[in-house]
């Protein structure tokens, strides 16, 4: 079966620090794997998503996030941190080649402090 | 880009009452949709894979009675919630696969805005 970990509910980070939210999954064979964001009342945004190729994926808003199969890790990462960055993240890992659904973390709230 | 339509974004309705919610996909075809249910605080939970033309699949413990789906057209997709309880009070969020090409399984999942239901 496949999971998908985010250790941490909360993260804070001043503004203009790097961040880090971080992923780890379980799936039998090759993942695909996703980072969707989600401000209040809303439904998620996808940010970026890692199929094959380079581990290091950039996606929206200055986002980036690096595969490390070693480590079964796919932690989303930004250089400098903005206060609009503040909102629920989501990691999600699909089973390539099974008919699986996308399953989703527990979700990690960032806020950012100006 | 895709977008996906839901409504309502809010409702409120008493208990034992029948509440509906419709998801489109605005700019594209989507033979299938997905229904989620998000608890305060919580991840988001698959209800049930909608299909165009055919039953809904519904995930282990979700009650098919309870919250019938409808997937008309390649365009729409509904969520019924029958005989609404307390509990059933949450934030609905549906989404539609765009295919873009390439495995389907990769396809980027895009998401309606999420109706919240309060049942009184």
């Known amino acids: 079966a496949q999971s998908v970990a985010q250790p941490e509910d909360q993260v804070n980070v001043a503004e203009g620090n790097p961040l880090t939210v971080k992923c780890t999954y379980s799936?039998?064979?090759?993942?695909?794997l996703f980072w969707y964001v989600q401000y209040p009342n809303r439904g998620l945004q996808f940010l970026l998503k890692?199929?094959?190729?380079?581990?290091l994926v950039k996606g929206s808003y200055g986002f980036e996030a690096e595969f490390n199969k070693s480590q079964t890790s796919f932690h989303l990462k930004k250089p400098s941190a903005l206060v609009s960055d503040s909102a629920l993240y989501f990691c999600?890992?699909?089973?390539?080649?099974?008919?699986?659904?996308?399953?989703f973390g527990k979700g990690t709230r960032l806020s950012v402090i100006a | 880009g895709a977008v996906v339509s839901q409504h309502p974004s809010r409702v409120i309705c008493k208990s034992g009452t029948s509440v509906k919610i419709e998801c489109r996909s605005l700019?594209?075809?989507?033979?299938?949709m997905f229904w989620y249910r998000q608890f305060p605080k919580q991840s988001l939970m698959l209800m049930a894979t909608?299909?165009?033309?055919?039953?809904?699949?519904?995930e282990q413990g979700v009650e098919k009675d309870k919250f019938l789906i409808n997937h008309a057209s390649l365009t729409l997709s509904t969520l019924t919630v029958t005989s609404a309880h307390p509990e059933d009070s949450s934030f609905y969020i549906c989404?539609?696969?765009?295919?873009?090409?390439?495995?389907?399984?990769?396809?980027?999942?895009?998401f309606g805005a999420g109706s919240r239901l309060t049942v009184l």
């Open positions: 700019d594209f075809q989507a033979t299938t």
């Open positions: 799936v039998s064979g090759n993942p695909y």
């Open positions: 989404s539609a696969r765009d295919f873009d090409g390439t495995d389907s399984g990769a396809n980027v999942l895009t």
């Open positions: 909608s299909n165009e033309g055919s039953k809904a699949t519904y």
């Open positions: 890692y199929i094959t190729g380079d581990n």
């Open positions: 999600a890992v699909r089973d390539i080649g099974g008919n699986t659904p996308l399953v």
